[in-house]
């Protein structure tokens, strides 16, 4: 290669003249070669025709676009039994035959192309300097050959949204190279299936627990051994769990809640309306349960005088949160008062302002009386007094009560973690939630032993882990267990085998920034190549 101040030019060419126009450079180049091979039968000559001048956009330098003037010549093929007689010297490191761009010029569109899509790219490209349209950035991008995936040993699989919830893709990803191999337009289990049989030597497949994928592998390559991800064996594990303790963690609300109306005996009780939900699966219905017996450890506490950022303290949830239960305009019907009050119609309005922070009796009487309470500012300043206190202290906000119980969530989460990195506060909170019940205590003991199998690639112990579970009498966990028994030798492969889908994972994230910088209007094939060639 020739090396020349301004910018490079392949061995046999030289650079003539530049000129400084008020679009660009133009710069003249001549190629200096004695031959030139005929492009039909490969034969040099030196037998010069004639010359003429191809204009060639190039790479932009300093901002400023650039044109190349470049002198080629018409050489005579001497070859008596080739059929063309003239031909045009070739440039195949430079120019492609006919082109009007370098090839060093189309691969930078395409690699911008690649980083932003048509209108990004065209949008960058202009502040680089270089002229181009959105069909040009995208007809460079198509141009790309599809690379050889050449053998694959072991393979990972997932889906990923075109549209969420309506229409589904696959990813195919190479996990020793770390690079994705392929996109399928649909996750059918017979379009992955046809994929797999196109590569006979296939030794694992890694996939979520989803049965499309399951069938797809079976039918496309039987000698593959499958293995089910851990992340989703931990997921599924997580999500049984939660059921399990929303339920208890229901139950253990409405206990203390219970307590505290028993010990403080309030006054006024609010018609409680019992919402009908319809028909949920489980784990639904015990997150319900769970949400409303918090609502109610809420309105329990807000009728005894508390505030709302006391309410949030005691119970370990947001102070936006309270606020939004108790300004929502839609609480639990009210029971019916055993004795009736001028003043019951405006009790609501009474709690509101109240729980706005105006504590004011006058300033709260006189607003009353606008709305056309007709009573004395001694019945206001009775209910006042016995229904919300003036005085802030409460009994109910010494910090010796009861400690509030966590999100069955965020139970959920200490449960699966390792013990030794549990904080000195979460292992309190780890203790006080296994003396809930019996039954939270064995799922400790049972989910541990699963997360340390998983960690520790113990595949062997998962018959004797089902056993216990099945002995457990804890429908949640036994309801995970069915579901691994079905597929069990995907499992105890995925707990023993270094390979997962994490990998595939990453690579879907990096498909969904992809996708998202197609504004939504990009097909599947443009997709494909920008998620095959991905800078």
Known sequence: MERTPLLPLPEGMLIDQIQITENGLVVSVIATHSTSCCPLCAEASSSIKSHYRRSLQDVPCGGRRVQLALTVRKFYCRNALCERKVFTERLPLFVEPWARTTIRHCEQITSIGLATCGKGGTRLAARLGIHTTRQTILRRIMALPDSSAGSILFLGIDDFSFRRGLRFGTILVNLESRRVVDLLPDREAETSAAWMRQHPDLQAVSRDRGGAYASAAAQGAPQATQCADRFHLLKNLGEALEGLLAHHLAAERKRQTQATLDVSAPVWQSKRATRISPTLERLQQYRREERLAHYEQVIALHKLGMSQAAIARRLGIGASTVQCWLTAGTF?????????????????????????????????????????????????????????????????????????????????????????????????????????????????????????????????????????VERSHLPELQSFAAGVQKDKDAVRAGLTWWINNGMVEGHVTKLKLIKRQGYGRAAFPLLRKRVLHAV
Not at 353 to 368: D, P, V
Not at 417 to 430: D, I, S
Not at 453 to 458: I, P
């Open 332 to 468: 639990p019907e009210r029971k019916s008062r055993q004795q009736g009050s001028h003043l019951d119609a405006y009790l609501p309005y009474i709690f509101q302002r109240w729980a706005q922070g105006c504590h004011n009796i006058a300033c709260i009487f006189r607003e009353l009386v606008e709305q056309g309470y007709k009573g004395s500012y001694a019945s206001v300043h009775d209910y006042i007094v016995r229904l919300l206190p003036q005085g802030r202290k409460n009994p109910l906000d010494s910090s010796s009560k009861t400690p509030a119980l966590v999100t069955s969530r965020q139970a959920t989460f200490l449960f699966l973690r390792r013990p030794e990195e549990l904080r000195v506060e979460e292992q309190e909170t780890m203790t006080t939630l296994r003396l809930i019940h019996p039954e939270v205590d064995l799922a400790y003991e049972l989910v541990q032993q699963f997360a340390h199998m998983l960690r520790a690639r113990a595949g062997e112990h998962l018959d004797a882990w089902l056993d216990q």
